[in-house]
């Protein structure tokens, strides 16, 4: 496991080139966007080479899976963030699925199958993966339409395909459900990327009820391999929480 540091919750805009060696010279190899990048791409493109660091993941522009009638708009959106993609180097990409409608719930999951599988072509023919994001709704996000992790499982059951997946957001779901480890041991044939935020509060992960030492040991023993995203809103100076996630464990 590698760890990924989100620039635009830790930074809160793109850090300059000092700033992104020293993320490098600390062992960071990975970085990512909660959202979807608004500097230029060549730009940052440069930035990221220079500095020796990938990137790993970013969101793309906020759309709705829910509403079968922006589903177009969706897919467009999409395809601006796979044109992002094909130059910053990631595969992965982040969504949301929109605010929840007046109709069942059900009916929203089925529209949201519907939705995503409108954007397997576009995920295959640029060899990515877009990964939808339960969020929670008691503190942030209200009436957002997707809060569980086994509603989110059910959905890319139906769609069984492995260019789309879920992204376990520790911070989201341990609001939302708890449980984090049975669920992330149950979830995780279908998680694609994981992040993590201290709870309460979403800052730094020493700064909660939760043990991210305990967590990343067990996912570990999972077999989980892919990375850990650092998406959080820092209380401390940048660098000082960034040294505190490299100790809770040998990630780099």
Same mark, same amino acid.
């Given at each position: 496991?590698?760890?990924?540091?989100?620039?635009?919750?830790?930074?809160?805009?793109?850090?300059?080139? *000092?700033?992104?060696?020293?993320?490098?010279?600390?062992? @960071? =190899?990975?970085?990512?966007?909660?959202? &979807?990048?608004?500097?230029?791409?060549?730009?940052?493109?440069?930035?990221? +080479?220079?500095?020796?660091?990938?990137? #790993?993941?970013?969101?793309?522009?906020?759309? $709705?899976?829910?509403?079968?009638?922006? #589903?177009?708009?969706?897919?467009?959106?999409?395809?601006?963030?796979?044109?992002? !993609?094909?130059?910053?180097?990631?595969?992965?990409?982040?969504c949301g699925v929109g605010?929840?409608? %007046?109709?069942? #719930?059900?009916?929203?999951?089925?529209?949201?199958?519907?939705?995503?599988?409108?954007?397997?072509?576009?995920?295959?023919?640029?060899?990515c993966e877009l990964l939808?994001?339960?969020?929670?709704?008691?503190?942030?996000?209200?009436? @957002?339409?997707?809060?569980? $992790?086994?509603?989110?499982?059910?959905?890319?059951?139906?769609?069984? *395909?492995?260019?789309?997946?879920?992204?376990?957001?520790?911070? #989201?779901?341990?609001?939302? %459900?708890?449980?984090?480890?049975?669920?992330? %041991? +149950?979830?995780?044939?279908?998680?694609?990327?994981?992040?993590?935020?201290?709870?309460?509060?979403? !800052?730094?992960?020493?700064?909660?009820?939760?043990? @991210?030492?305990?967590? &990343? !040991?067990?996912?570990?023993?999972?077999?989980?391999?892919?990375?850990?995203?650092?998406? @959080? &809103?820092?209380? =401390?100076?940048?660098?000082?929480?960034?040294?505190?996630?490299?100790?809770?464990?040998?990630?780099?």
């Amino acid at each position: 496991m590698h760890y990924s540091v989100s620039l635009d919750t830790i930074f809160q805009s793109i850090p300059s080139l *000092d700033q992104l060696k020293k993320l490098h010279g600390m062992g @960071y =190899r990975y970085v990512e966007w909660k959202g &979807f990048p608004q500097q230029d791409t060549s730009s940052l493109v440069g930035l990221l +080479k220079e500095s020796s660091l990938a990137c #790993h993941a970013f969101g793309m522009p906020e759309g $709705s899976l829910v509403d079968g009638a922006l #589903h177009a708009q969706f897919v467009e959106n999409l395809h601006q963030a796979l044109e992002m !993609a094909k130059q910053l180097g990631n595969r992965l990409i982040v969504c949301g699925v929109g605010n929840a409608l %007046e109709s069942s #719930h059900e009916s929203q999951l089925e529209a949201m199958v519907v939705g995503l599988e409108l954007c397997l072509p576009l995920l295959k023919k640029y060899d990515c993966e877009l990964l939808i994001e339960p969020r929670n709704t008691r503190i942030d996000n209200k009436g @957002y339409a997707l809060s569980r $992790s086994g509603d989110a499982a059910a959905v890319l059951k139906l769609i069984d *395909d492995p260019h789309v997946r879920l992204l376990y957001n520790i911070y #989201h779901q341990q609001i939302s %459900e708890g449980n984090i480890l049975i669920r992330l %041991e +149950k979830y995780l044939p279908w998680i694609g990327h994981i992040r993590a935020g201290g709870v309460p509060g979403r !800052a730094e992960l020493d700064s909660g009820e939760l043990s @991210y030492r305990r967590i &990343f !040991a067990y996912l570990e023993s999972l077999g989980y391999t892919g990375n850990i995203g650092l998406e @959080y &809103f820092p209380k =401390r100076p940048p660098f000082e929480g960034l040294e505190s996630c490299m100790m809770l464990r040998s990630l780099k």
